[in-house]
C-alpha cells in the first residue's frame, strides 16, 4: 500500500475527463478549489484544460486516500460521467450547427425564388 501524501504517483497522473466537464463541481467534491477558477469568464476558456489536466495531482494531494487503486476507483465515476457529458455536448453541438445549416440553407433557397 502507498502512503498519501504530497508526492503524487505516476499511476495518479493524467487526464481526468470529470475534472474537464464538472471542474468546479468536482473540485468542491475532491476538495481542491483551483476548479473554482474556472468560475472567472473567458480565464476559464484555458483554466478547464488545465483542470483536466492537472485535476488527478490535485485530487491525490488533497485526497485522503490509502492507495492507488482506491483513488482510480473513486476519479473512474468522475472519469465516465465526465466523458458521457462530453460526448453527448458534441453531439448536441453537432445537430445544433447542422439545424442551424438547414434553416439558413431553406432560408437562403426562398429568398431566391422570388
Do not use: C
Request: zero cysteines; proline letters at 3%.
Amino acid at each position: 500500500m502507498e502512503e498519501n501524501g504530497n508526492q503524487v504517483p505516476a499511476e495518479v497522473k493524467g487526464w481526468n475527463w470529470g475534472a474537464f466537464m464538472y471542474n468546479f463541481i468536482w473540485g468542491i467534491g475532491n476538495r481542491t478549489y483551483l476548479p473554482l477558477l474556472t468560475l472567472i469568464p473567458i480565464f476559464n476558456i484555458v483554466w478547464i484544460f488545465v483542470v483536466g489536466f492537472k485535476g488527478n495531482q490535485w485530487a491525490w494531494q488533497k485526497g485522503d486516500y490509502k492507495d492507488v487503486a482506491t483513488f482510480k476507483a473513486v476519479q473512474a465515476t468522475w472519469n465516465r460521467a465526465g466523458l458521457v457529458q462530453f460526448i453527448i455536448a458534441i453531439v448536441i453541438a453537432a445537430l445544433y450547427f447542422f439545424f442551424i445549416g438547414t434553416i439558413i440553407s431553406a432560408l437562403f433557397s426562398m429568398g431566391s425564388s422570388y
